[in-house]
């Protein structure tokens, strides 16, 4: 753009970021500070980030977060030639802490900080041992004709209830029934307990029904503390309770299902008779008996501060909508994720700490309690406080996803994006893609392919060459997990399996057909379907955005600090950052190190230097990188002996067939991951220019292997150069 003969260079929003090799690794606090930062800038107090820096943030026009529910670093490595449209586009990426329930921790439809239970911990939990681990329907908590008799519910036939009136019309309930919160105030009378209020919440927590009901019999105590009822309420009220009888029975359909905590006292109050009943002081089963508090599992489930201390009384609607929040928590989650958020702890720690103002969550200006808001939903809650438009689509599912959902929620998001300034938008994963065989099937997968890549045979060797010498000769590039004489052949050849593809990669353009221990020899990759492909695969990963202005350099001395690594690589122009691996047990450096230079240009001068070297009788070997730090880091410290993560085992005994479902359920998640990249695709061309864009592969840490997250980042730019495609 021209005024008056100046051109004026329009500040264009983009990321930089000095992280490199173990600095890649990010929290989910960061990601939610740069996050903050990016959506609110420092009006909010929002901290700006150090790992990465947003340059001119004020000229982005929004900011989008894509959850892929499930997925982690292995879904991105073993399916890596998938996501090319991700790796060309998305230039900045970071490892990420596993994390299962991405939506309860970052949306707040949860909690986060329970105290674990261990396997056997989980099979003793009374829930479990009620309900099992898997999900159920509506109808398996509807308690049975036994257990209404056990805890004095009105039942049909009893004495004491031969007047009540009965609700149900002989429809059976099902797991499609309706869901209806129900709750009741009573005071005391010459006659007894008899109900003075009366609530009723659909599913969905709209209140229905919320009447005033006047006693038959004098008032005696109208226990305001708890009921919120006076003299004064009741005065004009004409309300009784056959009235509120008959409005119940022409309000609910015939197959309702009622739900309450500790109800049998409130059907009581009513003289009503109801067969379908959930009451949720039995849901969340404890052990001997006992019963948690509605007040206690609204907040250490919900999140909720309900009946507090400053109110008059308690409020019936309320209290409806929370029972009826419970049940459909505890349907929705299932037993198993209930038992984990172990409440039993939680309830014991409350009563030992014995003061009831430390568990009275603190009040944010609008009411709502401080802790009842994870970060992102405190983001969210933030910017709409600005009166600025925030989405959230889609979700986690236990459900498979329907084939027209992701394309629902895509098309939804293109739609709604432009008029929103921050974005959520979350994909499920079909549950089958996620269960712990195929985990760890593609576990075994990724390492096997890993070693074969890593590994060399080299030979022939005349007999009697000493394997020490050739070791010697071969940790010239780079670090050699192992070593061993093959003897399958008539000559002696060797197995070298090294740490880093660069090192393999180097062995064999430097050795195959060289002369070693007097021998001319062939070093080559193991032929199995693994490799097949190494040649693309290489070529792809030199192209990754990470391997960009990074070389690998081996042969390095023995130094005792950076510093000196910084001496010894001084002929070096332009060098900003060196990544220097160590150990993982005995920290002692490796011989050979990652350089990153500011451009491809300045790393390729570097390059050429060193090699050019080499080529007059220097130590030193260096090519073009291949290795992402992410990589590194989850190959190379996945434990404690600098090995790939421990693969998980399948069954003992595993059949063919479970393994034909596994290979079958591979192609499945492959072409899963195919349609992913697809589905990122079309909604980053589709959103408007200069936003800036997340991509977060949460992964879980719930199974017995829990790979990293991954979190990809890129800022649209519609007028710079366009981004490859498949």
């Given at each position: 753009?021209?005024?008056?003969?100046?051109?004026?260079?329009?500040?264009?929003?983009?990321?930089?970021?000095?992280?490199?090799?173990?600095?890649?690794?990010?929290s989910?606090?960061?990601?939610?500070?740069?996050?903050?930062?990016?959506?609110?800038?420092?009006?909010?107090?929002?901290?700006?980030?150090?790992?990465?820096?947003?340059?001119?943030?004020?000229?982005?026009?929004?900011?989008?977060?894509?959850?892929?529910?499930?997925?982690s670093?292995?879904?991105?490595?073993?399916?890596?030639?998938?996501?090319?449209?991700?790796?060309?586009?998305?230039?900045?990426c970071?490892?990420?802490?596993?994390?299962?329930?991405?939506?309860?921790?970052?949306?707040?439809?949860?909690?986060?900080?329970?105290p674990?239970?261990?396997?056997?911990?989980?099979?003793?939990?009374?829930?479990?041992?009620?309900?099992?681990?898997?999900?159920?329907?509506?109808?398996?908590?509807?308690?049975t004709?036994?257990?209404?008799?056990?805890?004095?519910?009105?039942?049909?036939?009893?004495?004491?209830?031969?007047?009540?009136?009965?609700?149900c019309?002989?429809?059976?309930?099902?797991?499609?029934?309706?869901?209806f919160?129900?709750?009741?105030?009573?005071?005391?009378?010459?006659?007894?307990?008899?109900?003075?209020?009366?609530?009723?919440?659909?599913?969905?927590?709209?209140?229905?029904?919320?009447?005033?009901?006047?006693?038959?019999?004098?008032?005696?105590?109208?226990?305001?503390?708890?009921?919120?009822?006076?003299?004064?309420?009741?005065?004009?009220?004409?309300?009784?309770?056959a009235?509120?009888?008959?409005?119940?029975?022409?309000?609910?359909?015939?197959?309702?299902?009622?739900?309450?905590?500790?109800?049998?006292?409130?059907?009581?109050?009513?003289?009503?008779?109801?067969?379908?009943?959930?009451?949720?002081?039995?849901?969340?089963?404890r052990?001997?008996?006992?019963?948690?508090?509605?007040?206690?599992?609204?907040?250490?489930?919900?999140?909720?501060?309900?009946?507090?201390?400053?109110?008059?009384?308690?409020?019936?609607?309320?209290?409806?909508?929370?029972?009826?929040?419970?049940?459909?928590?505890?349907?929705?989650?299932?037993?198993?994720?209930?038992?984990?958020?172990?409440?039993?702890?939680?309830?014991?720690?409350?009563?030992?700490?014995?003061?009831?103002?430390?568990?009275?969550?603190?009040?944010?200006?609008?009411?709502?309690?401080?802790?009842?808001?994870?970060?992102?939903?405190?983001?969210?809650d933030?910017?709409?406080?600005?009166?600025?438009?925030?989405?959230?689509?889609?979700?986690?599912?236990?459900?498979?996803?329907?084939?027209?959902?992701?394309?629902?929620?895509?098309?939804?998001?293109?739609?709604?994006?432009?008029?929103?300034?921050?974005?959520?938008?979350?994909?499920?994963?079909?549950?089958?893609?996620?269960?712990?065989?195929?985990?760890?099937?593609?576990?075994?997968?990724?390492?096997?392919?890993?070693?074969?890549?890593?590994?060399?045979?080299?030979?022939?060797?005349?007999?009697?060459?000493?394997?020490?010498?050739?070791?010697?000769?071969?940790?010239?590039?780079?670090?050699?997990?192992?070593?061993?004489?093959?003897?399958?052949?008539?000559?002696?050849h060797?197995?070298?399996?090294?740490?880093?593809?660069?090192?393999?990669?180097?062995?064999?353009?430097?050795?195959?057909g060289?002369?070693?221990?007097?021998?001319?020899?062939?070093?080559?990759?193991?032929?199995?379907?693994?490799?097949?492909?190494?040649?693309?695969?290489?070529?792809?990963?030199?192209?990754?955005?990470?391997?960009?202005?990074?070389?690998?350099?081996?042969?390095?001395?023995?130094?005792?600090?950076?510093?000196?690594?910084?001496?010894?690589?001084?002929?070096?122009?332009?060098?900003?950052?060196?990544?220097?691996?160590?150990?993982?047990?005995?920290?002692?450096?490796?011989?050979?190190?990652?350089?990153?230079?500011?451009?491809?240009?300045?790393?390729?001068?570097?390059?050429?230097?060193?090699?050019?070297?080499?080529?007059?009788?220097?130590?030193?070997?260096?090519?073009?990188?291949?290795?992402p730090?992410?990589?590194h880091?989850?190959?190379?410290?996945?434990?404690?002996?600098?090995?790939?993560?421990?693969?998980?085992?399948?069954?003992?005994?595993?059949?063919?067939?479970?393994?034909?479902?596994?290979?079958?359920?591979?192609?499945?998640?492959?072409?899963?991951?195919?349609?992913?990249?697809?589905?990122?695709?079309?909604?980053?061309?589709?959103?408007?220019?200069?936003?800036?864009?997340?991509?977060?592969?949460?992964?879980?840490?719930?199974?017995?292997?829990?790979?990293?997250?991954?979190?990809?980042?890129?800022?649209?730019?519609?007028?710079?150069?366009?981004?490859?495609?498949?």
């Amino acid at each position: 753009m021209e005024v008056l003969g100046f051109r004026l260079f329009e500040k264009k929003p983009h990321l930089s970021t000095e992280a490199f090799g173990e600095g890649c690794e990010i929290s989910y606090n960061q990601l939610h500070e740069f996050l903050k930062y990016a959506a609110l800038g420092r009006s909010q107090n929002a901290a700006k980030p150090r790992w990465c820096r947003i340059h001119h943030r004020r000229h982005l026009t929004g900011t989008v977060v894509v959850v892929l529910h499930g997925l982690s670093q292995l879904h991105f490595y073993r399916f890596y030639m998938q996501f090319k449209y991700l790796r060309k586009t998305f230039r900045h990426c970071f490892s990420l802490p596993p994390l299962s329930g991405f939506t309860e921790v970052c949306v707040g439809t949860g909690v986060n900080d329970n105290p674990s239970l261990s396997r056997e911990e989980l099979k003793k939990d009374p829930i479990i041992q009620k309900y099992g681990e898997e999900r159920r329907g509506l109808s398996s908590y509807i308690l049975t004709p036994e257990e209404r008799r056990r805890y004095n519910y009105p039942v049909e036939g009893s004495s004491d209830c031969s007047h009540f009136v009965s609700l149900c019309r002989s429809v059976p309930p099902s797991d499609d029934s309706p869901l209806f919160g129900l709750d009741c105030e009573m005071c005391l009378t010459d006659k007894g307990s008899e109900l003075t209020r009366v609530s009723v919440v659909d599913a969905s927590g709209q209140c229905i029904m919320d009447e005033l009901v006047k006693p038959s019999s004098p008032i005696q105590n109208y226990l305001t503390r708890y009921s919120g009822i006076t003299e004064k309420l009741l005065r004009s009220v004409t309300t009784r309770l056959a009235n509120v009888q008959a409005r119940l029975k022409s309000l609910l359909p015939p197959d309702a299902v009622l739900v309450g905590h500790s109800l049998n006292f409130d059907l009581r109050a009513l003289e009503v008779i109801h067969p379908n009943v959930i009451d949720t002081s039995l849901l969340f089963t404890r052990k001997g008996g006992k019963r948690f508090r509605l007040k206690f599992l609204a907040e250490a489930v919900l999140r909720k501060d309900i009946q507090r201390t400053d109110q008059e009384g308690h409020d019936p609607t309320e209290d409806a909508t929370c029972a009826l929040q419970l049940a459909q928590f505890f349907m929705n989650q299932g037993p198993r994720k209930v038992s984990e958020l172990n409440l039993e702890v939680r309830c014991l720690e409350q009563s030992q700490a014995g003061d009831s103002k430390k568990h009275t969550l603190p009040k944010l200006k609008n009411g709502i309690p401080k802790q009842a808001k994870t970060p992102i939903q405190r983001l969210l809650d933030a910017w709409q406080s600005l009166s600025q438009k925030a989405l959230l689509l889609g979700g986690q599912s236990d459900a498979s996803p329907d084939s027209n959902q992701h394309e629902q929620i895509l098309q939804r998001a293109l739609e709604e994006i432009p008029r929103s300034s921050f974005s959520i938008i979350q994909f499920p994963l079909d549950p089958q893609h996620l269960n712990p065989h195929l985990a760890a099937h593609l576990t075994a997968k990724l390492q096997t392919k890993l070693d074969e890549l890593l590994t060399v045979y080299a030979g022939p060797f005349r007999k009697g060459s000493c394997v020490k010498a050739l070791k010697r000769t071969f940790e010239n590039y780079g670090h050699i997990r192992s070593i061993r004489v093959v003897t399958e052949t008539p000559k002696p050849h060797i197995c070298v399996q090294y740490e880093v593809l660069e090192a393999a990669q180097l062995a064999i353009e430097n050795l195959n057909g060289a002369e070693v221990a007097g021998s001319y020899i062939k070093v080559q990759r193991p032929i199995t379907e693994m490799t097949l492909d190494w040649e693309t695969l290489l070529r792809e990963l030199e192209m990754d955005a990470d391997n960009e202005g990074v070389i690998y350099v081996a042969g390095l001395e023995e130094t005792d600090s950076e510093a000196d690594l910084q001496e010894q690589l001084g002929f070096l122009k332009d060098l900003t950052s060196v990544f220097w691996p160590r150990d993982p047990r005995s920290r002692r450096q490796r011989n050979y190190c990652f350089l990153k230079f500011p451009t491809v240009e300045s790393a390729s001068v570097a390059l050429e230097t060193i090699q050019g070297q080499t080529a007059r009788g220097g130590k030193l070997h260096s090519r073009a990188a291949v290795t992402p730090p992410h990589l590194h880091r989850w190959v190379c410290h996945g434990n404690q002996n600098g090995k790939c993560p421990a693969s998980p085992q399948l069954p003992h005994g595993a059949g063919r067939q479970l393994k034909d479902q596994l290979l079958a359920s591979e192609q499945d998640i492959k072409s899963a991951m195919k349609a992913c990249g697809r589905w990122i695709q079309k909604l980053y061309r589709g959103l408007p220019d200069r936003t800036l864009c997340a991509i977060l592969f949460p992964g879980t840490d719930r199974a017995c292997v829990s790979p990293p997250g991954f979190c990809l980042l890129a800022v649209k730019d519609n007028k710079g150069p366009a981004p490859a495609s498949h």
